[in-house]
């Protein structure tokens, strides 16, 4: 009967010590992944955008200090850079709850700006094309009902495509270059 009681004990002490090293390593686990993943929230700066994404995203608690019915009109800005002419894409997504997007502005440091309508639910992506170097701000408009809600983004900077007469000029120089190197063939 004792070796039964210290068998009972011995493996309720192996399972808590097995608890406890899950427990550490889904620890571990979640801080690591978080690292990796930031979300900027609204009126945040995006940073100098790249070809690898950025995640943005924003929220409505629908615990207001006063209670007030109906749904609330929402306009977050995001500021970027960009270092070279660029095309910047992204999109946006209801990440919880009904939000309802209406558009995408992005706007110049110089006051001119492009806007994409966004009340097409099936295409909530944007892509502002040949944006030159400089400062932006990225505006999300949209409506949060009553409750919560949240939405998410990512927005990157793409290399704008070659023009096709820039591709004729390269075509040509690179059949210059071939004829010159069959002229410079020595004779057999």
């Known amino acids: 009967m004792q070796d039964r009681a210290r068998q009972v004990r011995q493996t309720k002490g192996v399972s808590m010590k097995m608890q406890v090293k899950l427990l550490a390593a889904a620890a571990v ?17 995006l940073g100098a955008l790249t070809k690898y994404p950025v995640q943005f995203g924003g929220s409505r608690s629908g615990a207001e200090r006063v209670p007030q019915p109906g749904d609330r009109l929402f306009s977050h800005d995001y500021t970027f850079t960009l270092g070279g002419t660029a095309s910047v ?26 806007t994409k309508s966004l ?9 502002f094309a040949n944006l030159a170097a400089g400062s932006y701000t990225l505006t999300v408009d949209g409506v949060f009902p009553l409750g919560f809600h949240a939405y998410s983004g990512s927005v990157y900077a793409a290399a ?29």
């Open 89 to 114: 894409i992204g999109s946006v997504s209801n990440f919880f709850g009904e939000t309802s997007f209406s558009s995408v502005t992005v706007t110049s440091s110089g006051g001119a700006s492009w």
């Open 119 to 127: 009340t097409d639910i099936n295409d909530l992506s944007f892509d």
């Open 160 to 188: 704008p495509v070659p023009e096709p007469a820039s591709m004729a000029l390269a075509l040509a120089g690179l059949g210059i270059v071939a004829a010159v190197a069959r002229r410079r063939r020595p004779q057999a």
């Open 29 to 45: 686990l979640a801080v690591s992944s978080t690292s990796s993943f930031a979300v900027v929230a609204p009126d945040g700066d």
